[in-house]
C-alpha cells in the first residue's frame, strides 16, 4: 500500500560529493519523519540521518558536517546531500519512512530496496 522509491547513488572518488532522493507514495495519511539507513558488508545496520515533519534533523556522529537532510513534505521526498565523501561511507543506503501513525516517537515502518554507494580512493 507504500512504497518508497529511491534514486541516485554510484562510484565517486574520496572528497566528492552525491545526492540521493527517495519518494513516498501509497495510502499515505500522514508522514511522521523520514530518514536514511546504511549498512556496509560485514558491519549492522545505522540510522545515518533523519528529519521530521517539523523540521528537526538528526545525524550519526561519522557524518555530521559532511551530510545534510531536506525534506519537502508537500511532495513526501526526501533528500541526503553528502559531501566530503570518504571511503569508509561506503555502504548501501536504505530510504525509511514512518508512516500513517500519531506523533508519538519515531518509529520507521517502510522501507526504499537500497541504493549502493562506492566511495574510491
Known amino acids: 500500500q507504500v512504497q518508497l522509491v529511491e534514486s541516485g547513488g554510484g562510484l565517486v572518488q574520496a572528497g566528492g560529493s552525491l545526492r540521493v532522493s527517495c519518494t513516498a507514495s501509497?495510502?499515505?495519511?500522514?508522514?511522521?519523519?523520514m530518514g536514511w539507513y546504511r549498512q556496509a558488508p560485514g558491519k549492522q545496520r545505522e540510522l545515518v540521518a533523519g528529519?521530521?515533519?517539523?523540521?528537526?534533523?538528526n545525524y550519526v556522529d561519522s557524518v555530521k558536517g559532511r551530510f545534510t537532510i531536506s525534506r519537502d513534505n508537500a511532495k513526501n521526498t526526501v533528500h541526503l546531500q553528502m559531501n566530503s565523501l570518504k571511503p569508509e561511507d561506503t555502504a548501501v543506503y536504505y530510504c525509511?519512512?514512518?508512516?500513517?501513525?500519531?506523533?508519538?516517537?519515531?518509529?520507521?515502518?517502510?522501507w526504499g530496496q537500497g541504493t549502493q554507494v562506492t566511495v574510491s580512493s
Open positions: 501509497g495510502n499515505i495519511f500522514s508522514i511522521n519523519a
Open positions: 525509511a519512512a514512518d508512516v500513517n501513525r500519531a506523533v508519538t516517537s519515531i518509529r520507521y515502518n517502510y
Open positions: 528529519i521530521t515533519s517539523g523540521g528537526r534533523t
